[in-house]
C-alpha cells in the first residue's frame, strides 16, 4: 500500500478537535477545581490571556474571566492553525485542488 496520510480536511478537523477538547478540559479543570487561574497563570498561552482579560475587565467575575479567557486562547490557536496552514500550503506551491 502506498503512503497514504488523511486529507488535509481530516487533519485540520482532528486539530480543530484537539483545540476545542484541550480548551474544554481547561475549563472543566478550573469548574471543578482541581486547578487554579493562578495556578494556570504560569503557561504562557493561558497567562498571556488571562492577564489581558485583567486589564480589560477588572470587576469581572471569575466565572466570566474564564470563559473570556478560555475564548481568547481558542482563537489564538484557530488563527494560529491557520495562518501556519496558509504557510504550509504556499511552500508546497500547490496550485490545484
Known amino acids: 500500500m502506498h503512503n497514504r496520510r488523511p486529507?488535509?480536511?481530516?487533519q485540520?478537523?482532528?486539530l480543530a478537535d484537539e483545540i476545542a477538547y484541550?480548551?474544554?478540559?481547561?475549563?472543566d479543570g478550573?469548574?471543578?477545581g482541581l486547578?487554579?487561574?493562578?495556578?494556570l497563570a504560569v503557561v504562557p498561552l493561558v497567562g498571556k490571556h488571562l492577564h489581558a482579560?485583567?486589564?480589560a475587565y477588572p470587576e469581572l467575575p471569575e466565572r466570566r474571566m474564564v470563559h473570556e479567557?478560555?475564548?481568547?486562547?481558542?482563537?489564538t490557536l484557530v488563527s494560529d492553525l491557520i495562518q501556519q496552514s496558509e504557510r504550509n500550503i504556499g511552500k508546497q506551491a500547490i496550485t490545484t485542488l
Open 7 to 10: 486529507s488535509l480536511e481530516a
Open 12 to 14: 485540520i478537523a482532528n
Open 22 to 27: 484541550n480548551n474544554h478540559d481547561v475549563d
Open 30 to 32: 478550573l469548574r471543578s
Open 35 to 39: 486547578i487554579t487561574l493562578e495556578q
Open 53 to 55: 482579560v485583567r486589564q
Open 69 to 75: 479567557t478560555v475564548r481568547r486562547m481558542i482563537n
